[in-house]
């Protein structure tokens, strides 16, 4: 028997009890960033991952680690450099000179959250070793396979500086991050909060747990049951297809679109706005859920023309005229 939109409404609000406490216990120590913070939380719901650009300083690394410990849960964090190794992140076997056996070393990324920092200082094979085990949850070493813990969610950070000696991440694996986050400085209410807070030697404040892995668990499973309206439903597809075909949708932007999105940016549109939905208390989606996640999922997946760059449109440019342009049911 099908549930009443009322019923599912009631499980989102049963199982979504814990997202304000949760929010409230954070920003005991992380001041602003709700955006990032609401962001982690709809890639944790919806079982994808994030890619965060922003200079240096923005409590980046900060906020990761304390909704680990505001969820119980295991944090790992890796400083990409260019002399970097795929066994410095899936792990390695040790040769055991008593019995002459090896014996299984797993690396960092077995945690449940991990921040990849700088991912694009590494080069393309350490890369390509953390989005293996991102895409597949699961990484092999030696002739054995072993499962990434569940949930796991990847924070993969990229400085908009200092772009010498970095290995930019190619289209086809940036496309494996559900959100691309941009992360701007704090205002001046907020830095002067942080100063207040900050400017001290002690460490930050403790954060109380309030969920744990199997809370986040239970939570994926009621956001998969909230309700997409059919309609709601064709204004994601016509959104995504407006970036590969501007001219059906009286868009005149074909000039400057290369690439447009994925198949994959359809999918991680309708489950992050489940995941948005969710995040609200509601267990149905909206047009407005779709807008209000729809840059973040489709920033990165969105490859501008040199034209474009010529006459400084940015993906962000894009995308905002086209969310501007197709018609909301």
Same mark, same amino acid.
């Given at each position: ?14 199982? &979504?009890? !814990? ?20 962001? @982690?939380?709809? /890639? ?16 980046? =690394? ?5 909704? /680990?410990?505001?969820?119980?849960? *295991?944090?790992?964090? @890796? ?26 070393? *797993?690396?960092?990324?077995? /945690? ?26 699961? +990484?092999?070493?030696?002739? *054995? =396979?072993?499962? @990434? ?8 950070? *990229? ?16 496309? #494996? ?9 704090? &205002? ?8 207040? #807070?900050? /400017? ?19 939570? #994926? ?15 994601? +597809? ?29 999918? &991680? ?6 995941? !948005? ?37 940015? &993906? ?14």
């Amino acid at each position: 028997m099908e549930r009443t939109i009322e019923q599912i409404n009631d499980e989102v609000r049963a199982a &979504s009890a !814990w997202v304000e406490p949760l929010q409230r216990e954070i920003g005991r120590v992380i001041v602003g960033q709700k955006g990032l913070v609401d962001r @982690l939380l709809v /890639a944790l719901i919806g079982n994808g991952h994030v890619l965060l650009e922003g200079v240096p300083g923005l409590a980046k =690394t900060l906020t990761l680690k304390t909704l /680990a410990q505001a969820a119980k849960a *295991q944090f790992r964090r @890796l400083q990409f450099t260019p002399d970097m190794l795929p066994a410095d992140i899936v792990g390695t076997l040790v040769y055991n000179p008593r019995d002459g056996s090896f014996v299984t070393k *797993q690396g960092p990324i077995f /945690a449940n959250l991990v921040l990849a920092d700088e991912i694009n200082r590494a080069p393309a094979k350490v890369q390509s070793a953390l989005l293996e085990g991102m895409q597949e949850r699961q +990484v092999t070493i030696g002739d *054995q =396979t072993f499962p @990434l813990p569940d949930p796991f969610l990847v924070l993969a950070t *990229q400085n908009p500086i200092e772009q010498e000696g970095t290995y930019p991440l190619p289209e086809a694996q940036v496309d #494996r991050f559900m959100l691309k986050v941009v992360v701007d400085y704090p &205002s001046k209410a907020e830095e002067r909060q942080v100063l207040d #807070r900050m /400017a001290t030697s002690a460490p930050p404040p403790q954060v109380q747990p309030v969920l744990d892995p199997a809370d986040v668990l239970r939570a #994926r499973r009621v956001a998969d049951s909230i309700y997409v309206d059919e309609k709601v439903r064709d204004y994601v +597809v016509d959104v995504v297809l407006a970036t590969r075909d501007p001219a059906a949708y009286r868009l005149d932007l074909g000039p400057f679109i290369r690439y447009g999105a994925s198949p994959r940016a359809t999918i &991680s549109l309708a489950v992050a706005a489940k995941a !948005w939905a969710f995040l609200q208390g509601r267990g149905y989606v909206t047009p407005q859920d779709v807008k209000s996640i729809g840059m973040d999922v489709l920033r990165h997946r969105v490859v501008v023309t040199y034209e474009a760059e010529a006459e400084n449109m940015r &993906s962000e440019d894009v995308v905002a005229r086209i969310f501007d342009a197709v018609p909301v049911p």
